[in-house]
T-cell receptor, first 113, second 112 residues
């Protein structure tokens, strides 16, 4: 079946450095790619998303890039801060089919002060 | 606060117990979801409700029984669970089934 791979599973960076998390999806019909941040004791929160008609999207310190040909998409966090420490999930879905939302296994990001 | 609340936040139950998880959304959304989050596994979609009608059941065992009495409330009734059902159960809502989902904080369930 379809799946989403996510790497790395854990990531430690120094405060102020950049962090990159990469995802690969298998369903070529996927056209919507959200990223969620889950802090300890909380549910996942949407932080940014991208649709297949766009190659890159940026919101302050976070950006997402999409390569539809390679079926890759990535999350970039610049100037990391300790409050960025959390588990990040990518997901791939078809906007025409709710049951095709597939989540990656998550990346645990630690930002060291 | 995302506007989606879940109770209880923690639950311990035996395999013969019956319990219910509750979710309430204050966002005026018309679609609600139950997810299971296990350690080191991707989020698993369990049930989807749109306009209070169940539209998807991803082959979830019958020991999990959802109920959606209105567009703001969603329940997950549990009975004769197994230890492997221990997980974080997340509720989410969205405006229309295909739109961005907003998650609650989850119920941490332990089955003994």
């Amino acid at each position: 079946g379809e799946n989403v791979e996510q790497h790395p599973s854990t990531l430690s960076v120094q405060e102020g450095d950049s962090a990159v998390i990469k995802c690969t999806y298998s369903d070529s019909a996927s056209n919507y790619f959200p990223w969620y941040k889950q802090e300890l004791g909380k549910g996942p929160q949407l932080i940014i998303d991208i649709r297949s008609n766009v190659g890159e999207k940026k919101d302050q310190r976070i950006a997402v890039t999409l390569n539809k040909t390679a079926k890759h998409f990535s999350l970039h966090i610049t100037e990391t801060q300790p409050e960025d420490s959390a588990v990040y999930f990518c997901a791939a879905s078809r906007e025409t089919s709710y049951d095709k939302v597939i989540f990656g296994p998550g990346t645990s990001l630690s930002v060291i002060p | 606060e995302t506007g989606v609340t879940q109770t209880p936040r923690h639950l311990v139950m035996g395999m013969t117990n019956k319990k219910s998880l509750k979710c309430e959304q204050h966002l005026g959304h018309n679609a609600m979801y139950w997810y299971k989050q296990s350690a080191k596994k991707p989020l698993e979609l369990m049930f989807v409700y749109s306009l209070e009608e169940r539209v998807e059941n991803n082959s979830v065992p019958s020991r999990f029984s959802p109920e959606c009495p209105n567009s703001s409330h969603l329940f997950l009734h549990l009975h004769t669970l197994q230890p492997e059902d221990s997980a974080l159960y997340l509720c989410a809502s969205s405006q229309d089934v295909l739109k961005t989902q907003y998650f609650g904080p989850g119920t941490r369930l332990l089955v003994l």
